[in-house]
């Protein structure tokens, strides 16, 4: 039997850098009874709000800070609402060594060391390459590419939830109570919304919620929520209405269709 020269099989996988957008929770206390607390607060009424996504743990805060912190109890309670650590980062050598007993990746992101100041020649080449950058940031800012949406034309039943990544969810049909409506930018039902929705899943507070007819169970923009144990205006409840997010306040406005 022959056998193939060293080196002429193709590999089987290759290495290649790559830039992920990473959800970061950045933490502030190291008790966790105190942060199960804070958890089931703000995202209690909204189990599958992460939906597994990895995130990345920030401990910048409460490197120093004491008693110490049991990040293999952290993961777990994390994953307790569907929020996967992956790695950590700002940690302190004895908070590292855990993370990576526990499996997570201590993230290698610190600020770099101030690199030698260069000729004053290559100085100003950096200087118009700087400038060129600037330039080039200014015009994808004012032509922004257009985010995407997801379109729904049929009725959400109970348990079922529907997540608009990145963009505006549209629903033609009826949002019946206990499903669950998730965008990262608004949220637009075409019929009655009487399940959850949450718009500016990822923090855009110019999101909005609107619909032919407002019943929902729950409205959330970045962050901020509303349940039915708070009833919606009458002026507002069954009616053609939208929510938008003003300072830390949802603002409920009735539509004239």
């Known amino acids: 039997m022959a056998l193939a020269p060293k080196g002429s099989a193709p590999p089987i996988f290759d290495l290649k850098s790559a830039t992920l957008a990473t959800v970061a929770v950045v933490l502030k206390t190291t008790d966790l009874a105190e942060l199960r607390t804070e958890l089931q607060r703000r995202l209690g009424d909204a189990p599958g709000f992460f939906g597994d996504e990895p995130v990345l743990v920030d401990l910048a805060a409460v490197s120093e800070a004491g008693p110490a912190l049991d990040l293999a109890a952290l993961a ?29 990746a201590v993230s290698a992101d610190e600020d770099p060391p101030e690199p030698a100041r260069p000729a004053p020649a290559v100085q100003e080449v950096v200087r118009e390459v700087v400038q060129v950058q600037e330039v080039v940031r200014e015009v994808i ?35 019946n109570f206990g499903a669950e409506l ?21 923090g855009q507070a110019g999101a909005r919620i609107i619909s032919t007819c407002m019943e929902p169970e729950l409205v959330s923009i970045a962050g901020t929520y509303r349940t039915a144990e708070n009833p919606l205006p009458d002026e507002i409840r069954g009616k ?9 306040k949802l603002v409920m406005e009735a539509l004239k269709l």
């Open 182 to 202: 998730i965008a990262d930018g608004s949220i637009h039902v075409y019929a009655p919304l009487r399940g959850k929705a949450i718009a500016g899943a990822r």
């Open 240 to 248: 053609a209405a939208q929510i938008r997010l003003e300072g830390d």
């Open 76 to 104: 777990a309670l994390l994953r307790e609402h569907r929020i996967r650590a992956v790695a950590v980062r700002g940690a302190s050598p004895a908070q590292q060594a855990e993370a990576l007993a526990a499996g997570l």
């Open 141 to 175: 800012r004012e032509v922004p590419t257009a985010a995407p949406t997801l379109v729904v034309d049929k009725p959400l039943r109970s348990g079922q939830q529907v997540y608009a990544k990145g963009g505006d969810l549209v629903v033609l049909a009826m949002v």
